[in-house]
């Protein structure tokens, strides 16, 4: 079937968005500073998906394939990254990365309110600075993170796949 991919991707994005949105509506009523880490956790979730996007774009398999005859454990998991790499890229960047642009852009409401209403900052003037701040900081940090992502792309994909490996059932 040609679209069970996009079917996919859209099951997998409403459900991360379901779970993400209640998490972030419960944190609108937690202390402003656990919603500005929190905060800034989650744009920092996008970078680093978007980084390991870009990484298993851009690197190449024969590393791996070394490492897979060495009998490393995690080279399988990397060379099967890299052989998925357009989904695992649609995943890392489109799908989390654009879940965290919303949540970022959600608990951003939250906290442009709290200056508002408790800080007393003019309603315009709050939401400039907060969405100003959360585009500044997920765009600059997507752009550098992605110029490493290009240059130490083997070693971005290493990690995951030690990471991916870890919580894989055998």
Known sequence: MK??????VFII??????????FSAYLSDLNVIVLIIVLFLVISIGILFDMVGVATLTAKEAPFHARNSKKMKEASVCIYLLKNSTKISSICNDIVGDICGIISGSLGATLTLYLSLKMKMPLLMATILITSLISALTVGGKAYFKTIAMKKSDTIVLIAGKVVHLFKRN
Do not use: M
Request: hydrophobic letters at 55%; proline letters at 0%; a neutral charge.
């Open 13 to 22: 994005s409403f459900l991360l968005s379901a779970i993400f949105s209640g």
């Open 3 to 8: 679209n069970k991919w996009v079917i996919e």
